[in-house]
T-cell receptor, first 119, second 113 residues
Framework: DAGVIQSPRHEVTEMGQEVTLRCKPISGHDYLFWYRQTMMRGLELLIYFNNNVPIDDSGMPEDRFSAKMPNASFSTLKIQPSEPRDSAVYFC?????????????????FGSGTRLTVV | AQSVTQLGSHVSVSEGALVLLRCNYSSSVPPYLFWYVQYPNQGLQLLLKYTSAATLVKGINGFEAEFKKSETSFHLTKPSAHMSDAAEYFCAVSNTGFQKLVFGTGTRLLVSP
């Protein structure tokens, strides 16, 4: 199992450009989450999906942010246009409610993140 | 609304000393509680979780945490620190054990020789 795969690992872009972050969840997981981590605000949940359907997007900061999950093995987080204040590490996590809740295998698995710098 | 408060943004211990990282939670329903560890430039890794079973929860790498409802706490401990434990630790709460996790601000553990 390769885990949750995010790409790119690092992204540097100019203000005003479109940025697309990608995530491949663990096969068989039916939940997918996008988090943002900054020094000022810590870890924030942006949006999560269940069975490819967005369930809660209340954490998406504004209309410049959008997320899609066209199938069970792929999700994107898009920022258009990007701004310097969007600079952060963006994490994708996946999980499944199947299995024993008391085991550590139940719950989220995080990817290694995408470090976004908008200049 | 649920929240967690981690006391101390930095904790320093000597190798071999007791590790104690504090977490207090606020929840209107019986909570699910988690501790995650983050090493530099990596994602978060689950250490342990409380899911209303035993109040003393054992996790990976020798860590454990005790759920105390009367104190609304879920402190993380390890009897003897190792250099490899140096990382950032996050406490998190959920009202369903899944779905939305609310994280604390993190505590950076520094381990000196």
């Amino acid at each position: 199992d390769a885990g949750v795969i995010q790409s790119p690992r690092h992204e540097v872009t100019e203000m005003g450009q479109e940025v697309t972050l990608r995530c491949k969840p663990i096969s068989g997981h039916d939940y997918l989450f996008w988090y943002r981590q900054t020094m000022m605000r810590g870890l924030e949940l942006l949006i999560y999906f269940n069975n490819n359907v967005p369930i809660d997007d209340s954490g998406m900061p504004e209309d410049r942010f959008s997320a899609k999950m066209p199938n069970a093995s792929f999700s994107t987080l898009k920022i258009q246009p990007s701004e310097p204040r969007d600079s952060a590490v963006y994490f994708c996590a996946s999980g499944s409610r199947g299995g024993e809740v008391r085991t550590l295998s139940y719950g989220y698995t995080f990817g290694s993140g995408t470090r976004l710098t908008v200049v | 609304a649920q929240s967690v408060t981690q006391l101390g943004s930095h904790v320093s211990v000597s190798e071999g000393a007791l590790v104690l990282l504090r977490c207090n939670y606020s929840s209107s329903v019986p909570p699910y509680l988690f501790w995650y560890v983050q090493y530099p430039n990596q994602g978060l890794q689950l250490l342990l979780k409380y899911t209303s079973a035993a109040t003393l929860v054992k996790g990976i790498n020798g860590f454990e945490a005790e759920f105390k409802k009367s104190e609304t706490s879920f402190h993380l401990t390890k009897p003897s620190a190792h250099m490899s434990d140096a990382a950032e630790y996050f406490c998190a709460v959920s009202n369903t054990g899944f779905q939305k996790l609310v994280f604390g601000t993190g505590t950076r553990l520094l381990v000196s020789p």
